[in-house]
């Protein structure tokens, strides 16, 4: 698929990681809640659960109900312990009271923007991101943290360049209005957006997300050979040179750059149709294909400081826990079960390198 392939190290190689945590995880809703918080719990000991539902997750109220949903799953599911932290959605017309109320709350951290329309039941999202201002001033009073879908969804703009033009217009304005505001640029899918991160300043507090997916594949996945409607997500798959240079930057050690993995999962029925929807689902296997990809730059040693720039910015305190990984093939089941329906998951039917020990 993508050109991964050049460094590796043999079978049965061991390696002990800090417990990753997912600071980016769709467990959507209804029946579906409970094939997904088992398998995010094999794997992370915090997953920031996104709002996106339907309705969104506008208010507090909303966030307590859904925030225990998912913790009843978690108990039902056996399995280890992984916490679950809440973010509300923003829209235009979010108070600066809501944020007072979401302090209250240990689990809720903060917001996510998305612009209208953006990607997956963003239609509530926000239209004009100056209306918001009033609320990013509180929430960087309060240091609580604003997690951005950094793309513009102007029709006009091509869909390949949504993410260059969202830094132009408009996230450089706000970490400019707001240095003291923590920002995660959410699953960052072009250089553009990693050299955007790299050229703030040191005291800056903006740090970017990226996905398994978008360091594995490049479009090409999504396009050679007929259309591969279970690559297609949001920010949409891009060239190699933009795949690498993501790689580059999740490797780097910089402390810039975090674990999100994005994982989105739809019914199979809704991505294969005449208009899928856009969402991956990794989270069966996100941490192994994070491994996986480390290995294929020669960069193992840098999963550390990966896993932890993460939790140091969302203040994540888990006593030095760890996780062992064995390098041993596993194969990806060809569906799993998503409530009453199922999902294709990322690689279906094929290998994946890594297998979690414990
Ligand atoms: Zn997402």
Known sequence: MSSLASSSVPNGTKITIPYPCDFH?????????????????????????MPNTKPPITTVPLAIAYHDELMAARKEGGGEMMEIVNVLYLTDNTTVETVDEMAKHDFIVGFKYYPAGATT?????????????????????????????????????????????????????????????????????????????????????????????????????????GVKPHF????ILKRETHR???????????????????????????????????????????????VEAFESVGRLDALEDFIETGKKFYGIQDGGRTMELVKEEWRVEESMELGEDVVKPLRAGEMVKWKIVR
Do not use: W
């Not at 769709?26 to 094939?35: D, K, L, V």
């Not at 398998?39 to 992370?44: D, G, K, L, V």
């Not at 707001?178 to 959410?186: A, D, G, H, S, T």
């Not at 993501?246 to 029925?269: C, K, N, W, Y």
């Open 25 to 49: 995880h769709h467990f959507r809703q209804g029946p579906a809640i409970s094939s997904l918080v088992p398998i995010a719990s094999q794997r992370f000991g915090t997953a920031l659960a």
């Open 121 to 225: 039941n963003s239609d509530f999202g926000v239209t004009d991101f100056l209306k918001c201002y009033p609320v990013f001033s509180r929430l960087s009073d309060l240091n609580m943290v604003l997690c951005i879908h950094s793309e513009v969804s102007t029709p006009t703009v091509d869909i390949f360049d949504r993410e260059k033009v969202f830094i132009e217009t408009v996230i450089t304005k706000i970490v400019k209005d707001f240095p003291n505001l923590k920002i995660v640029m959410e699953h960052i899918s072009t250089i553009h957006g990693v050299n955007f991160i790299k050229s703030l300043p040191e005291t800056s507090k903006v740090v970017g997300s990226i996905t398994p997916h978008h360091i594995m594949y490049n479009r090409n996945a999504l396009l050679v050979g």
């Open 232 to 235: 297609y997500c949001l920010p």
């Open 244 to 290: 690498a240079a993501l790689l580059e930057a999740a490797s780097s050690q910089s402390g810039r750059f975090i674990m999100g993995t994005d994982s989105a999962p739809h019914t199979v029925g809704s991505k294969e149709s005449s208009c899928g929807c856009a969402g991956v689902f990794n989270g069966h296997a996100a941490v192994e294909m994070y």
